[in-house]
Nanobody, 127 residues
Framework: QVQLVESGGGLVQAGGSLRLSCAAS????????????MGWFRQAPGKDREFVAA????????TYSDSVKGRFTISTNSAKNTVHLQMSSLKPEDTAVYYC????????????????WGQGTQVTVSS
């Protein structure tokens, strides 16, 4: 079992920045976890949960959705048990609950391929 806990959400004005963190615990020391990927998704009211960004823990390769590319940066720490999402130039349309999740799949932008999820953290961007 892997537990994921997000933090860092809050209220920010348009154009501002926030840094989200996702701390992983449980079975995170084995080869299976170190070869997996961590992703961030978000869900706005009345909308589907959508992919935001992901990082492979083995080589730190990253991928982003077009809507956040150039504004958001995903990273991990040296212990590979925490993933951050640095969000800059925030827009009101970035308002959502942000979730982190874990996958062992090759494809990183598909929600159904993630097996462990955090509880989410609210990000609200005011105009």
């Amino acid at each position: 079992q892997v537990q994921l806990v997000e933090s860092g959400g809050g209220l920010v004005q348009a154009g501002g920045s926030l840094r989200l963190s996702c701390a992983a615990s449980g079975r995170t020391s084995g080869r299976i976890f170190s070869s997996s990927a961590m992703g961030w998704f978000r869900q706005a009211p009345g909308k589907d949960r959508e992919f935001v960004a992901a990082i492979r823990l083995s080589n730190e390769d990253t991928t982003y959705s077009d809507s956040v590319k150039g504004r958001f940066t995903i990273s991990t720490n040296s212990a590979k048990n925490t993933v951050h999402l640095q969000m800059s130039s925030l827009k009101p349309e970035d308002t959502a609950v942000y979730y982190c999740a874990r996958t062992n799949a090759r494809r990183l932008d598909v929600r159904a391929l993630y097996d462990y999820w955090g509880q989410g953290t609210q990000v609200t961007v005011s105009s």
